[in-house]
């Protein structure tokens, strides 16, 4: 294929998903950050099962809350649901939500459903991967020290990274989550009764989540700096398949995959930036190189006849 048409498709393709793509970058870079803080928030031995069960019977007694998330370094436990309920372990009383988790949360929803639209992330995340094919399709840079050499070159040598973050995001669907797991005919525990049968095994201070997905109780427990998923029944805990796809796309395989996420982010935010940048530059140059050209011509001298 004619490499200007390339060049022109990979533009004007990035520029038309210029403004999705920035909000799905800087809130993945944001998320990039979740599982080293997860990690970071564990304390052994901080968590009193029996206080995280009195409270979810204190606030939640008609047990609607589908589930309960626990941050051990703040003492902070929620419990999940229309609308949750913040409740500082410490003290037993209603509380804000930290800040970090503020942040977070909102970067998750955003990063998501962007500004509401249906299938505008996954349609953006499509985009972006047609652009790095096309990138591919154009060859090998000549790599220079100009604004241009430094993005193709940045691309190419992290090409396998950039493209793996996409990919796998539109992989991500209902049916192919990080709860995904065999449905069991097994009778249902609650809220409380779960909270019990996971701290039999496990320390609390290392649960990131309980609740009920997809008419199951499940937990998910930091092991080493690895987020693995439980379910829960009144026979007790059983692992869940590792979900790579989500895994990967996340960060929660290791501190490592946390760390890569963080130069995927930054590598992509890179390129959109200098990739706009480099279009605007050529768009400022276009009536200059005209003015020149239309100078020259009135400046030729005439030829006599």
């Known amino acids: 294929m004619n490499k200007q ?17 920035l909000v799905i970058i800087v809130t993945g870079l944001i998320l990039s950050f979740e599982p080293i803080a997860q990690v970071a928030a564990v304390k ?54 930290p800040a970090a988790a503020g942040v977070f949360q909102w970067a998750r929803m955003t990063h998501e459903h962007l500004i509401g639209i249906e299938g505008l992330t996954t349609i953006s995340t499509i985009g972006m991967i047609v652009i790095m094919i096309i990138g591919i399709l154009m060859g090998l840079p000549r790599l220079r020290n100009t604004l241009s050499g430094w993005h193709k070159g940045a691309a190419w040598f992290t090409l396998p990274l950039i493209l793996l973050s996409p990919l796998t995001g539109v992989l991500l669907d209902p049916s192919n989550s990080f709860f995904s797991a065999p449905a069991n005919s097994a009778k249902p525990v609650s809220l409380t009764e779960a909270v019990s049968i996971v701290a039999r095994d496990h320390d609390l201070a290392t649960v990131n989540m309980i609740g009920n997905r997809g008419g199951r109780m499940l937990a998910r427990i930091i092991e080493g700096d690895e987020l693995r998923a439980y379910a829960v029944t009144a026979d007790g805990l059983s692992a869940l398949p ?64």
């Open 5 to 21: 048409l390339l060049l022109k498709l990979h533009r004007w393709i990035s520029l038309t998903f210029a403004l999705p793509l």
């Open 44 to 97: 052994p031995g901080s968590v009193d099962p029996a206080r995280v069960a009195a409270l979810i019977k204190q606030y939640d007694p008609d047990g609607k809350a589908r589930g309960i998330s626990i941050n051990p370094t703040t003492q902070h436990l929620t419990l999940q649901g229309r609308p949750g309920t913040e409740l500082d372990m410490t003290s037993g009383a209603v509380t804000d939500k």
């Open 242 to 305: 590792r979900n790579w796809v989500r895994l990967l796309h996340e960060g929660n395989w290791s501190l490592i995959g946390s760390g890569a996420n963080v130069l995927i982010s930054v590598v992509l935010l890179a390129l959109l930036i200098t990739g706009v940048l480099i279009w605007t530059q050529r768009r400022l140059r276009r009536p200059q190189r005209s003015r020149d050209l239309r100078a020259g011509s009135a400046a030729a001298p005439s030829i006599p006849s």
